[in-house]
């Protein structure tokens, strides 16, 4: 047996016989043609291009009926790429200057693309590289007549292993008998994890060198929930993994029946549980599981699929679609744009930056770039007067910063003023806790705005210096480091103090190990992934906020995660005695 740990992409567990997908990728069996071919290899490119664009159309229809129009305009993308008369033109020029064949213009081209975004940190970045791929797999197919449905052929329950997925190939999987996936490669917020989330199958992510150590047929356990593959899992481990699998069928009748019961501790304390969206269409799922409204509505979303950035009206009409849906009694909290560098287009190029995380991102970009900043803040205040509105700037890492957005944001209230046009003053303005310099400036900061929101998952990564998409380092990655508890704890007080909301919005907030430690350290918001929040509602009903007290205290008391994570696991299973794992 041998456990190989990598990133959660999508909950779940899975067990079965691994089918493990070709390596190699596909071959491209000629270079070059004579010159006297080329018109033939041109008209071969044009059916090929036309014939992939009409697949990706098709897919598009077939995943908005299935999915919905958000996850439907990942194909979109597709479609687009496939029909960008600069891409056909370089590819044509290409061909006739060199005289190679279709298949190999096709990958020199777009390879040139991806490798000027693969030293990026940008995620919206990696997204368009991985489409770019996916296209070029799409175009290959086509002219060397391969077939691309092979996963939707599974006659058996399988595990599907692979170097990476194309969304293009993880949209054909056939749910009834793919009962999970996972990559080589890949990151937890890429379009194949996405698209899985979607499809509720169970995926990891990013788990490095796995191919060579598994045969096709082998049994393999995906845990979907701690990012683990287990290979030729031993006959106790199968046994434990087969109870999880009942528990979580059992878990889901009881959990889901609390979804009109109130968020509230054994002994009184009322807890606000929220949802994390990224598209307008998962606003009714925050209804449906039982949240108290949208902690986090991430916007970049608005910029992936198009070669030019949003109109204010798309941005309005985004924004006013969820505060419809929510109603006027669930807050909406709305992220302000949080991208790595600057590279919306998919046909454009990305400046190059020695160390991107550390780089051009987020409120820096958007003070960098006004008129767009103030585009998407003239839409949100449009939208304000449609529901309980609020505006949240992510990765501020100085006091200066948040000043600048606070006076832009006043600046767009002056010019919706003057021109006449609705909104609705004083929205309740925050500001993401991401950087370890915000954490350690919480109190001073604390008195700029009406709330905090505390993004773990970057303030883990810039606290370790451990990038959680690095397999190398993700070892490192703990949100649970005594460093990290003890800038959570510094950040709750400081907004207790000062009277403003906390919340927690990282992953760490949807995890149920999680939730005690949280709770003893003055959090009382959380929002996470909506159909999580059942789940974290069940282990918030059975504590009382002494109970929660004393974890955190022995918890700020220990000096590794390890010893941290071991304790927390114990003391889940105390107070929920029915199975927790």
């Known amino acids: 047996m041998e456990t190989k740990h ?74 687009l790429l496939l029909s960008d008369q600069a891409l056909r033109y370089d590819i044509e ?42 296209v070029e797999k799409q175009l290959l197919h086509r002219l060397l007549g391969a077939r691309g449905d092979s996963l939707d052929l599974a006659a058996e329950n399988v595990i599907v292993l692979a170097n990476d997925l194309t969304p293009s190939e993880t949209a054909i999987f056939n749910t009834k008998t793919v009962r999970a996936f996972a990559t080589e490669s890949g990151g937890p917020t890429s379009h194949t994890a996405i698209l899985a989330g979607a499809l509720n199958i169970p995926a990891v992510v990013g788990l490095g060198k796995l191919l060579n150590d598994v045969s096709g047929g082998d049994t393999v356990i995906i845990d979907g929930y701690e990012g683990l593959i287990i290979l030729e899992p031993d006959e106790a481990t199968l046994e434990r993994y087969r109870e999880r699998l009942r528990e979580d069928e059992h878990a889901t009748d009881r959990y889901e029946s609390l979804r009109d019961s109130e968020a509230i501790t054994k002994d009184g304390a009322v807890v606000r549980l929220l949802g994390n969206i990224e598209f307008p269409s998962e606003a009714k799922a925050c209804i449906e ?34 505060l419809t849906v929510l109603g006027p009694n669930r807050p909406v909290v709305i ?21 991107p995380f550390l780089g051009l991102r987020s409120v820096r970009l958007c003070l960098q770039n006004r008129p767009l900043f103030k585009t998407q803040l003239r839409a949100i205040l449009r939208a304000s007067c449609h529901g309980d509105l609020r505006i949240m700037f992510p990765m501020v890492s100085t006091v200066l910063e948040l000043r600048q957005c606070l006076s832009l944001l006043r600046e767009v209230e002056e010019d919706l003023h003057e021109a006449g046009i609705d909104y609705k003053p004083n929205v309740p303005v925050g500001t993401m806790i991401e950087v370890p310099s915000a954490a350690i400036m919480a109190d001073v900061l604390a008195k700029q705005v009406s709330f905090f929101s505390l993004g773990t998952n970057d303030l883990v990564q810039y606290t370790l210096a451990a990038d959680r998409n690095n397999e190398t380092v993700a070892n490192l990655y703990s949100p649970v480091d005594p460093s990290v508890l003890r800038l959570i704890h510094q950040v709750a007080q400081a907004g207790n103090r000062q009277g ?82």
């Open 6 to 79: 990598g990133i959660p992409a999508s909950p779940g567990i899975a067990i079965g016989p691994a089918l493990v997908l070709d390596t190699e990728g596909v071959h491209i069996p000629r270079r070059t043609v004579p010159a006297d071919l080329i018109p033939s290899e041109l008209a071969r490119l044009q059916v090929a291009l036309h014939q992939s664009t009409e697949d990706s159309r098709r897919r598009e229809q077939e995943m908005t009926t299935r999915l919905g129009k958000d996850i439907g305009k990942i194909f979109a993308s597709h479609a």
């Open 93 to 134: 020029m290409l061909m006739k200057a060199e005289s190679y064949s279709a298949e190999y213009a096709v990958s020199r081209c777009i390879r040139s693309r991806v490798k000027s975004l693969d030293d990026t940190g940008n995620e919206i970045a990696q997204r368009i590289r991985a489409d770019f791929i996916d």
């Open 289 to 322: 599981k039982g949240a108290g409204g949208v902690g986090l509505y991430r916007t970049e979303f608005l910029y992936v699929n198009k070669t030019d950035d949003p109109t204010e009206d798309e941005h309005y009409e985004a924004y006013r679609e969820v």
């Open 335 to 355: 992220r302000t744009l949080d991208l790595g560098a600057d590279k919306f287009s998919p046909a454009g190029g990305a400046p190059h930056e020695r160390n």
């Open 500 to 581: 403003i909301e906390v919340n927690v919005c990282g992953e760490m907030s949807g995890e149920a190990l999680y939730t005690a430690l949280l709770l003893g350290l003055g959090i009382r918001h959380l929002s996470a992934t909506p159909r999580k929040i059942p789940e974290i509602k069940h282990v918030i009903r059975n504590l009382t906020i002494p109970d929660a007290e004393r974890v955190a205290t022995d918890a700020l008391q220990m000096e590794t995660a390890r010893e941290v994570t071991t304790y927390l696991r114990g003391q889940l299973r105390r107070f929920l005695p029915d199975g927790a794992d």
